[in-house]
């Protein structure tokens, strides 16, 4: 499978959606459950929120939480699971192409996981705009894919793979506003299409903006 770095985003990530990823898993990130058990919960929002798996979860865990994806497809999917749940007033979803800009407001808590893409991204900036959108005491949450998996080299050899520096570097942190809270590879087990198993690595970048 070839894919064009240059191909219009918008158009790669609508097919992903309606070719390959067709429905959601329907689990959150463990890394997340993992670090919102210790914040209190508040507003949120998704950056790339997919078919909503990680907003869902945080709307059941008391969040006002929005995700933004720039797949009209995926965000659907979402807002039809989050109205079954009886969860669309605390879990919203729009179309945005985050490259352009950031949905408006501040937030206790923004994530980035796996904001990552094959074709064009302007992820630095992104991540750079998220971190000037915490309140005083948010948090801005950024997990990314280390290396590509080995059953996917070929499909994501576009990608790009930030490393921990790159990620830390990207949000700006440490400033006299933000402080580092967390900045480590973590691995996981994963498991590919064909069931073969391996162990992943993941960047994992937690920053908080000063308490007023
Ligand atoms: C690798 S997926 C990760 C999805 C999800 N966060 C997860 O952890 O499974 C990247 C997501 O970012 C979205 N995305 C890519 N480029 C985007 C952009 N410019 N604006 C908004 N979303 C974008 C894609 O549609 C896709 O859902």
Redesign the pocket.
Known sequence: MTIDPQED?MAF?ED??LTKRTSSSGRA?AALLRIAAGLQPGRAL?????HG??VIWLATQGWQVRG????ET?VTRARVRAAALGLEQQAQFER????VALPEGEFDLITA?????PVA??REAILRRAARRLRPGGHLLILSHAAAPPWSREATSSTIFPTLAEELAATGAPTSELEVVAAEVVRRPGRGPDGTEAMLEDNLVLVRRHAA
Do not use: R, V
Request: charge should be negative.
């Open positions: 985003p990530w992903f959606y990130t998704d950056l790339g929120a997919s798996d990680d933004c994806d720039i797949s995926a945005c192409d985050l490259s996981l796996y904001l990552q893409s991204l302007a």
